[in-house]
Every structure is written in structure tokens, then in C-alpha cells.
């Protein structure tokens, strides 16, 4: 038999490659007709893993990891019509059946057929309905015709994969971020978060037209690599109010259009920086986004986080100013992307050269076994998007 092997969570701050099973088309006892098997191209790092890496979730030892999957099918169920063996095809973080009430309506973050403990599914993610990550050299994608999304040319995919790798999650994402948010011609805008979804909503808020793109965080690296391609940046470890830091930048405290990349780990602001707030954010957006404004939010929230910092927050209960986004009449938008919403439309952007997404979030590959270090310097804050290439399959 074929061997593969995948990256696993181990314990909190513990991840390591092991040796595990072939995937099989097969749900269960059954044939799975409708799936394919896919050698990896190319499976990111992204910063959900590092939430269950962590231990801020209930994440089983043993699960193996990846989510952001790209690959190239060599095995097919007789009910795939329109994939072919060698197509190389972008694979959704959501696994969605195409049958259900959710999917036809477009929300296919929300499944409610692939996921037995509640809607929505995702590859090797907790208490997204068991489904074995992409961290590895092969895996199993299930309902390929209606998912999988293939890439026109094949030499051509190979030569932008970097900048592909990232259309299984972060571009869509950061992309669902700003568009919920209401970004469009001339907007400004300010991102919390610098991290990779930060950066690719970042790039993701040029593409729609913004005027002024304001990106806030912590780490001086990040920053520096949201400046790289036009953005403004506010140092939140500074004493001085978001909203001061952002009127020296439009004159005014207020943005049409904000977007949270941060999440439920989110950090204090000023003097209460590295300090864990887990509502900062959320609170510090409705401030400094003008009434009538939108505020994407596509940072990850749990229902449950054993590492939270009170009672409350271990069960995903926050407090949020609420009355203030009443008051200010704020549209919020929360949830998984739906991924199949937007990729097609962000992979004519890279394949035609009207974004150059990798360059932005810093895409850098490694191999399988680099993955346990590249989740450790992730951790530790580097302005870099890690692609793993299990097969060596990335150009130079």
C-alpha cells in the first residue's frame, strides 16, 4: 500500500509528522463515489491551526491538521463528471454536500449534511465533523464536481501556486472580510490584524477600490509588511487611542468600513498590550467605524476555549458593547467564508496579474518536515505566510 504521512496535533504547543493512512474513496463503510484523492501540492499554515495548537480549543490528540489544501487528483469515484485525473484543483476549507437547503442558497460554510454535531464542516479542524486534514501528502476531498475549483492551465498554475495556495482560505477570507464590511471605491478602511487573513483582507481592500487602507498590530515585522504594499499601519502597543492614531492618518477617528482579523485571542491595547482581551477588538472597531458603517469579522470566535480568561469567556461569552453598535446602527457579519463564493473571480485576479496576493501575506515555502517550526516561528509572530510543500512541487 502507498504510504503518507500528516502533520498531527500532539498537545498543547506540540505538533509532529507521523506516518498515517492512505486516504481511501470511502465515507465510513461506504464508497464515497462522489470524492476524490488528491496528492498535495501545496497545504498552508494558518493561523486557526495555531488556536487549537495552542490548546485554546477542545482539539483531540491525534487529529491531523490542515485545513488550506491545493492538490492534484489521482484517483476519482465513478459519480465525478467534470474532474479529471491530473487536474490540479483549489480545495475549499468548507466541505459542503451542494444538497442542502445552506448550500443552494451559497452558504456553504454552513452545510448541514457533513457535519454531524452542527452546520458547517472544515478539513482537520475540531468539531468540524472528523474529516482528516490536508497536512499531508494525500487526502481525500469528498463532493469534488460540486468543491473543488480547477485551475485552467496547468504550467500556469504551477507558477503562481504561491499566490493559488492561498485561495482555499486567507484570500477568500480576507476578501469576505472586506466585502462585508462594505468596502468599495473609496472607502477607508481599517484592518485589526496583520497577520496573514489580515494582510490578504488588506490586499483584498485595494482590490475593491479603497482609498485609505489602515492596518493595526503588535508586532513591528507585520507591520512592516502591511506598509510593503500601500497600506497605513497604527502601532497598538502605543498608549494613544485607536481612534487618535487613526485621525492622525484621515484627519478624523472614524473609518467607513472596518474588519476583524484578530479573534477570540485578541490582545489589550497601550498600556494593556500583551495582556489578554478577548472582546478588545470587537469593541475597539464599533468605536472607530462611522454610524451606519459595516464591520466584517471573519476572526474566529469558539463556543468554547478552555484557555479563556474568565468563566465567561471559556464558553465563548464576551463582553461586547453592544448598545454601541445599536446606537450606531453597525451591520455585523460573522461566520466562515464561504469560500466557493468568491474563488473563482480571486483566481482570474492572479492568473490575469491584478494582484499579487503571496507578495503580500509573504507566502514562504517549507517542507513537511519543517511544518513542527514553521508552527512554532508562527507562533512566535513572523510576518510570513508558511506554504508546506510535501512533494517539492513549488518553483524556486
Known sequence: MASNRGVAYIAPGKVEVQSIDFPKLALGNRKCEHGVILKIVSTNIC???????RGRTTAPAGLILGHEITGEII??????????????VSVPFNIACGRCRNCKEGKTGICLNVNPARPGAAYGYVDMGGWVG???EYVMCPYADFNLLKFPNR????????????????????????????????STVYVAGAGPVGLASAASCHLL????????????ERLAQAKSFGCETVDLRKDASLGDQIAQILGTPEVDAAVDCVGFEARGHGHDAGVERPA???????????AGGALGIPGLYVTDDPGGVDSAAKTGNLSIRIGLGWAKSLVFTTGQCPVMKYH????????HNKIQIAKAVNATAISLDQAP????????????????????????
Open 134 to 136: 490536508g497536512q499531508a
Open 209 to 220: 477600490g479603497a482609498a485609505v487602507v489602515i492596518v493595526g498590530d503588535m508586532i513591528p
Open 280 to 290: 478588545t477588538v470587537l469593541n475597539s472597531v464599533m468605536t472607530i467605524t462611522r
Open 344 to 351: 473563482r473571480g480571486l483566481m482570474m485576479a492572479i492568473l
Open 75 to 88: 484517483e476519482k469515484g465513478k459519480d465525478v463528471e467534470f474532474l479529471n485525473v491530473g487536474d490540479i
Open 155 to 186: 504550467e500556469q498554475a504551477l507558477a503562481k501556486i504561491k499566490d493559488l495556495t492561498l485561495l482555499s482560505d486567507i484570500f477568500p477570507t480576507g476578501y469576505h472580510g472586506a466585502v462585508t464590511a462594505g468596502v468599495t471605491t473609496g
Open 47 to 53: 493561523g486557526s491551526d495555531q488556536h487549537m495548537v
Open 373 to 396: 517550526q514553521g508552527y512554532k516561528d508562527f507562533d512566535k509572530g513572523a510576518a510570513k505566510k508558511y506554504v508546506i510543500d510535501p512533494h517539492k512541487m513549488i518553483p524556486a
